[in-house]
C-alpha cells in the first residue's frame, strides 16, 4: 500500500519562504504523478501544484504561480514544494498526493498523505 507523509511548514511570517516534503513508501515515486493540495481554515481543499510522472511538466494554481515550485527526486522517493514570498492567505493544511495523471482534480489522486499545517503569520 502505498503511503505518503508530509513534512516541513509550521509557523512562518509574511515574506518568508519554507519548503514541504513528501516522502512516497510503499511504492516508487516515479510511477505517479504528483500534487500538492491545501485546505483553508472553512474551506475546500483546492488544487496548489501538480507535476507529471516524468519530472518534465508541472503547473499551478493562478496565486502561487511564481512563488512556489514543485519539484521531484525519485532516486528519493520524495517530492517537494518550495514556498516562496509566503503571504497570510497561504495558510493551510497542505496535502501531498499521488495519481495516474497531473492534474488539477482531486479525483484524479488515489493515494494521500494526512497534511501539515503551515500558518502564515506576523
Known amino acids: 500500500q502505498v503511503q505518503l507523509v508530509e513534512s516541513g511548514g509550521g509557523l512562518v511570517q509574511p515574506g518568508d519562504s519554507s519548503t514541504l516534503s513528501c516522502v512516497v513508501s510503499?511504492?516508487?515515486?516515479?510511477?505517479?504523478?504528483m500534487a500538492w493540495f491545501g485546505q483553508a481554515p472553512q474551506k475546500e481543499r483546492e488544487f496548489v501544484a501538480a507535476i507529471s510522472w516524468s519530472g518534465g511538466s508541472t503547473f499551478y494554481t493562478e496565486s502561487v504561480e511564481g512563488r512556489f515550485t514543485i519539484e521531484r527526486d525519485d532516486d528519493t522517493n520524495t517530492m517537494n514544494l518550495e514556498m516562496t514570498r509566503l503571504r497570510s492567505e497561504d495558510t493551510a493544511v497542505y496535502y501531498c498526493?499521488?495519481?495516474?495523471?497531473?492534474?488539477?482534480?482531486?479525483?484524479?489522486?488515489?493515494?494521500w498523505g494526512r497534511g501539515t499545517q503551515v500558518t502564515v503569520s506576523s
Open positions: 498526493a499521488a495519481g495516474s495523471y497531473h492534474s488539477d482534480f482531486d479525483q484524479n489522486y488515489a493515494f
Open positions: 510503499g511504492g516508487t515515486s516515479s510511477d505517479y504523478a
